[in-house]
């Protein structure tokens, strides 16, 4: 069954980090670019990077360089979110999407759209 | 930096045709997609590259995307349409997504 399997909820206090996991199922996880996606709650969709599963090279959106780390473990096909420093607006749903590239005349582009999304982690920073 | 601009929110009768907009600058010339959130769910894409269909999707979803303007059109709308939709495009090589219609079924 091709699905990501996200993490449970965490409770963390300000100042605390938190780590993520994203583990894939069900596809070879090295064919496909694996991003990071956040909501606040009430809030809309807010795209926080990618991270290339072929090399492990991230890329980092506005807003979210600094305390923000994407890493990988290919062996076991998990990608991770990691947040340092936390504070109150860090409160948010934290989703892994799979990024599945345009494709047309039998060109494929690097640019994707999200097929396929884990459950989502809540994370909420409160003392 | 980019923005994509939804209405905050769309009314339709059940049975009746949905249009939602999403507008950004020479959009047309970029690939859209749409994805659908009901409360407490993950997203679920329900249009990509325009007007493409994902498997599984009803046929009465249905996209379009020229000049400034991406609209997802739905067809005899059906109640469990209700939900959250989310334009997305790519710019800059950035994600961009829009902020987000809430379609009821009234």
């Known amino acids: 069954q091709v699905q990501l399997v996200q993490s449970g909820s965490e409770l963390k206090k300000p100042g605390a980090s938190v780590k993520v996991s994203c583990k894939a199922s069900g596809y070879t996880f090295t064919t496909y670019a694996m991003n990071w996606v956040r909501q606040a709650p009430g809030q809309g969709l807010e795209w926080m990077g990618w991270i290339n599963t072929n090399t492990g090279n991230p890329t980092y959106a506005q807003g979210f360089t600094g305390r923000f780390v994407f890493s990988l473990d290919t062996s076991v096909s998990t990608a991770y979110l990691q947040i340092s420093s936390l504070n109150a607006e860090d409160t948010a749903v934290y989703y892994c999407a799979r990024g599945t590239p345009y494709c047309s005349g039998g060109s494929c582009y690097s640019i994707w759209y999200f097929d396929l999304w884990g459950r989502g982690t809540l994370v909420t920073v409160s003392s | 930096s980019y923005e994509l601009t939804q209405p905050p929110s769309v009314s339709v009768s059940p049975g009746q045709t949905a249009s939602i907009t999403c507008s950004g600058d020479k959009l047309g010339d970029k690939y859209a997609c749409w994805y659908q959130q009901k409360p407490g769910q993950s997203p679920v894409v329900v249009i990509y590259?325009?007007?493409k269909r994902p498997s599984g999707i009803p046929e009465r979803f249905s996209g379009s995307n020229s000049g400034n303007t991406a609209t997802l059109t739905i067809s005899g709308t059906q109640a469990m349409d209700e939900a959250d939709y989310y334009c997305q495009a790519w710019d800059s090589s950035s994600v961009v997504f829009g902020g987000g219609t809430k379609l009821t079924v009234l």
């Open positions: 590259q325009d007007s």
